[in-house]
């Protein structure tokens, strides 16, 4: 690793989070910085570090998912272990994802179905073309 050491305002800025959110995650035991009196110091293995618990987060891992696979790093197995359990954690996650995008597809076809069947109950109870036009507009203007 690189002797590069950054500030908490480089990470902040960097990484697009608050200083705020690095204590929190140091707080939490994903990151150790050293310290010079009251200043952090962070070292290109925390950045590391932060790269990977952002990414983490992105696909929906908890902080503590995040801290187990980060505890894996230093087992001395070359990261096999680490690699494995966060390739087992993205794979289920991955099938999380999956269920709700059928779920989210699934409503939707329910609720397109739903508006038809309005829109014809409108149409045989005599409402006009354009009013059943508008809406169907205004469906198509939110989807």
């Given at each position: 690793?690189?002797?590069q050491?950054?500030?908490?305002s480089?990470l902040a800025?960097?990484?697009?989070?608050t200083?705020r959110a690095?204590?929190f995650?140091e707080?939490?035991?994903?990151?150790q910085?050293?310290?010079?009196?009251?200043t952090?110091?962070?070292?290109?293995?925390?950045?590391?570090?932060?790269?990977w618990i952002l990414?983490?987060?992105?696909?929906?891992?908890s902080?503590?998912?995040?801290g187990e696979?980060?505890?894996?790093?230093?087992?001395?197995d070359?990261?096999v272990?680490?690699?494995?359990a966060t390739?087992?954690?993205?794979?289920?996650q991955l099938?999380?994802l999956?269920?709700?995008?059928?779920?989210?597809d699934?409503?939707?076809?329910?609720?397109?179905?739903f508006?038809t069947?309005?829109e014809?109950c409108?149409?045989?109870?005599?409402?006009?073309?354009?009013v059943?036009?508008a809406?169907r507009?205004?469906?198509r203007?939110?989807?």
């Open positions: 690793m690189s002797d050491t950054y500030t908490i480089d800025q960097e990484f697009a989070v200083p690095l204590r995650y707080d939490q035991n994903l990151i910085p050293q310290r010079a009196g009251q952090r110091i962070y070292s290109a293995r925390d950045r590391a570090r932060l790269a990414r983490a987060k992105r696909i929906g891992l902080l503590s998912e995040i696979l980060l505890d894996m790093y230093d087992l001395g070359g990261r272990t680490q690699r494995r390739l087992k954690k993205c794979r289920e099938a999380v999956e269920q709700q995008r059928r779920d989210i699934s409503t939707i076809a329910e609720l397109t179905d508006c069947l309005i014809n409108l149409a045989e109870a005599g409402e006009t073309a354009d059943v036009d809406n507009g205004l469906r203007a939110k989807g």
